[in-house]
RNA sequence: GGGCCUAUAGUCGAAUGGUAAGACGUCUGCUUGACGUGCAGAAGACUCGGGGUUCGAUUCCUCGUGGGCCCACCA
């Protein structure tokens, strides 16, 4: 079998097919006698297309399953599908318009599946090596029923309950928001001074939302403010007559406005922080659209926030407590679909208590490797600072139900029995309950990080097969983006060691995200997007794959480069050269070793060479760096072993007649085991060139199921190093000369001068042949060229 | 305001306690018994600024400045 002429897409596309007929990369669940390695993929959000980004970090534990695979190790390598979430409802609604729950969750599942389809293909072309046998997607029932159970589970533990809690909400939209589905946004408005009574005293209180007035439930002073502090007072009358509590709180900004700040139920996060500081009540100021409600004696019930705003502030005008108002510069939050502002609303939602294992998960956390070892940074910060409980809830229909029954007349909640799931409200929408009550299904769905914080459990087959369970959790390793430790990882840990007490990785990897080539982010507005597609049209999937190892600074962002891109594509036309000659070489050569005295000086020299590269890059896949393990075997193949060993090597192929059988076949020899364990160690990266080159020596077997080959010191030869590094001088001394002068490169050297610190005996053939220098009068002494031509 | 990361030729970037790879680009040659998608050669960097540790720092520490990511705040 011979390499390819040209190698192309179709090259790439003939092998992704002989995977896939030759099931390479099946994960086998019988045999114990390999260690397994599992990978718990990133399931990939279902957006319709996968993005430079995807083409990153899936090429990153792309390397490292390769690897593990040649190394021995059972890879397990699933592939998993993030399906639910507002983007999707979006996108379904502007198709086919509002439409009843049921029949809009089936369109959804429709354009999922569609579009899984476009991902699973690209994901293909780029030569990712996932088993799709275990594919996996948050929309299936069976996925659903693992969630539930999760749930039901944490619920029986006390770690998630039921309660009225302020979330984002878009009086636009009508619907509860995840901070994520947040931006912010600037504007200018007014901060209105309004007079309250302190101890019969009037007192200033700076506000920009004088309309949630009656809503106002605290003030709040610093303590260390002398103007307030000693003043003793307990509570404070609003503008509009009522008394509220007067309270140090020391986050009161002294220097903002007057250095009082009422506290409303909700102006903005800071009184919902301020809220359960001080275990306030709370009264619902506005309505699921905005509205306005229970303003009592202010009487702006059911108007608009800006309606309201203008009413009263006409009011306290009248009253003569309006007493000033300043231009205000502030950023506040927008729903990131509508470009709406955002209120906060009260609402019955679900939460998982993460708040009292902060410090728990962080300790399981710190059982994780992580690479780099920075990362766990983020989550210990973020940990740190959870202010409440995790809102897990959602008022959205694209998603995992919640399992639990309502009591219609009460709100009290029941979780559901195991036999009820998967729970879908949509199919049982009510039943009676053990004393008669009638119970309806919860309607909200799970916020989709609860979906995806049990990958490990899933991919694992928790509660459902104790025997690949134990097999394959913890994950061997969890690969991620470093923008989403605070999310995913975190969520995970958290779940997983409630549900199981063990940590659900032993190894995180985090990978950075790619900028547009200007160091931007790649974005729709900036029109800077570089589509995968077209990538690997143009230059080739592999040219993409040595374009990620290359760019692999990580957990660092970096600017996308053509120059990377094509350098890699330079690089994999090397590969295929050097091995069409290497194959045309080794014609006839029956492939047996030599004997050892047959290796010339260069041939040891090229060999001790390779066992330093394969050490090396072995490292570097151990510790996950990429880029150096390229970087390492593409300078050692092509400006070692192409640019001076194979110009050693042509005369003693070409010429067996002068320089003897035994000299080629050594060549021979060398040049297959060089270009072959290069091929091998650099598969995982130029996952199709290595191919290509592997099975036209190996015709049927694949270099993915070939044994890692690992260094062998018995072939380190310091002497062979020394004698090639004053060989190569020479050579690139010769060369230098030809090109001052502007000779061919075959054009003779009369005669050298040569003198160095060893005898030259054993690298003067190849001053001849290759540098072809006719004459050399050697000296042994202080290191001299001199060429005469 | 907080945390983390980062600063090396025109560009992208590697490495190192003893003044610095490689790639792209530029310039000059070479037509080839694998490759002009190539080969050979050349030019191009006081390694962001200040201070410290050291015999010696680009490399370690510190401050500053610039850039990035995330988080918080904005009454």
Do not use: S, T
């Given at each position: 079998m011979a390499v390819c002429e040209r190698y192309g897409k179709e090259t790439e596309e003939k092998w992704q097919r002989w995977w896939e007929e030759n099931r390479t990369y099946d994960y086998d669940?019988?045999?114990?006698s390999r260690p397994v390695y599992s990978i718990d993929t990133p399931p990939a959000f279902t957006s319709g297309a996968l993005h430079m980004g995807h083409a990153l970090s899936y090429s990153y534990f792309d390397f490292v399953a390769r690897y593990k695979r040649m190394r021995g190790f059972n890879v397990y390598y699933p592939q998993g599908w993030d399906c639910q979430g507002f983007p999707t409802e979006v996108k379904v609604e502007q198709k086919y318009g509002r439409l009843p729950r049921d029949e809009f969750r089936k369109r959804c599942v429709e354009w999922t599946v569609e579009y899984i389809g476009k991902m699973r293909t690209q994901m293909k072309s780029l030569g990712f090596s996932a088993d799709w046998r275990y594919e996996y997607r948050t929309m299936d029932p069976e996925y659903h029923k693992l969630v539930q159970l999760s749930l039901l589970q944490m619920h029986k533990t006390g770690q998630i309950y039921h309660s009225k809690h302020p979330v984002y909400w878009c009086p636009n939209c009508g619907s509860a928001l995840a901070k994520t589905d947040t931006e912010d946004a600037e504007r200018d408005t007014e901060l209105h001074y309004v007079n309250f009574t302190l101890s019969g005293k009037p007192v200033l209180v700076a506000t920009t939302r004088p309309e949630l007035m009656h809503a106002c439930v605290a003030v709040l002073y610093n303590p260390a403010d002398a103007r307030y502090s000693r003043l003793g007072a307990k509570t404070i009358t609003t503008a509009l007559g009522k008394e509220v509590p007067f309270l140090p709180d020391a986050d009161a900004d002294m220097e903002f406005g007057s250095g009082v700040v009422m506290v409303c139920t909700f102006g903005d996060k800071q009184d919902v922080v301020w809220m359960y500081k001080h275990k306030l009540p709370i009264i619902e100021s506005m309505d699921g659209h905005g509205r306005i409600t229970n303003s009592g004696s202010a009487g702006i019930d059911g108007l608009k926030v800006a309606e309201a705003r203008k009413k009263l502030l006409e009011k306290f005008r009248a009253d003569g407590k309006l007493v000033k108002t300043e231009k205000l510069h502030q950023s506040y939050k927008v729903h990131d679909r509508c470009k709406k502002p955002i209120e906060y609303q009260l609402s019955m939602q679900w939460f998982a208590k993460v708040t009292e294992k902060s410090e728990e998960i962080i300790a399981n956390a710190k059982k994780i490797k992580w690479v780099?070892?920075?990362?766990i940074q983020y989550l210990i910060d973020w940990a740190r600072y959870v202010e409440w409980d995790w809102v897990i809830s959602r008022q959205r229909v694209f998603g995992t139900p919640l399992p639990f029954w309502l009591d219609k007349a009460t709100g009290a909640a029941y979780p559901a029995e195991e036999?009820?799931?998967?729970?879908?409200p949509d199919k049982t929408p009510k039943k009676a309950g053990k004393n008669g009550e009638e119970l309806v299904a919860e309607t909200s769905t799970c916020d989709c990080w609860v979906d995806s914080s049990i990958t490990p459990l899933a991919i694992a087959k928790w509660g459902e097969d104790e025997k690949f369970f134990s097999r394959t959790y913890p994950s061997s390793l969890r690969p991620q983006g470093v923008e989403i430790v605070r999310t995913w990882a975190f969520y995970t840990i958290y779940r997983c060691c409630e549900l199981t007490g063990i940590p659900p990785f032993r190894e995180i990897l985090l990978n950075g995200s790619v900028l547009a080539p200007d160091g931007k982010k790649m974005s729709k507005s900036l029109g800077n997007i570089i589509e995968p597609d077209k990538l690997i049209a143009d230059y080739s999937a592999d040219a993409v794959r040595q374009w990620a190892a290359l760019s692999g600074a990580m957990a660092k962002d970096r600017p996308f480069s053509y120059q990377d891109m094509q350098y890699s594509k330079s690089f994999l036309t090397k590969m295929l050269n050097a091995a069409k000659l290497v194959e045309k070489s080794c014609a006839?050569?029956?492939g047996k070793a030599p004997d050892r005295k047959h290796l010339r000086v260069t041939d040891r020299w090229i060999l001790s060479r390779l066992q330093k590269v394969k050490k090396e890059v072995e490292a570097d896949f151990e510790g996950f760096q990429f880029h150096h393990a390229t970087k390492t075997v593409q300078d050692f193949f092509w400006h070692e072993f192409c640019d001076y060993y194979l110009e050693y090597t042509k005369h003693r192929l070409y010429m067996p007649e002068t320089y003897g059988q035994e000299s080629r076949r050594a060549a021979q020899w060398v040049l297959r085991t060089v270009l072959l364990e290069c091929a091998q160690i650099l598969a995982p990266v130029t996952a199709h060139m290595s191919e290509e080159i592997w099975q036209s020596f190996h015709p049927g077997n694949s270099v993915h199921r070939s044994a890692w080959p690992s260094a062998d010191d018995?072939?380190?030869d310091e002497d062979a190093e020394k004698k090639c590094a004053f060989l190569n001088e020479v050579a690139s001394l010769a060369r230098q000369s030809k090109a001052e002068r502007k000779l061919p490169l075959n054009a003779e050297i009369a005669s050298a001068d040569i003198s160095c610190g060893f005898a030259i005996t054993d690298i003067e053939e190849e001053m001849h042949a290759t540098a072809r220098v006719k004459v050399i009068n050697f000296a042994e002494g202080e290191k001299s060229i001199k060429f005469a031509l």
């Open positions: 669940e019988n045999d114990a780099p070892d920075f990362g036999a009820e799931l998967p729970f879908d006839g050569f029956e018995a072939l380190l």
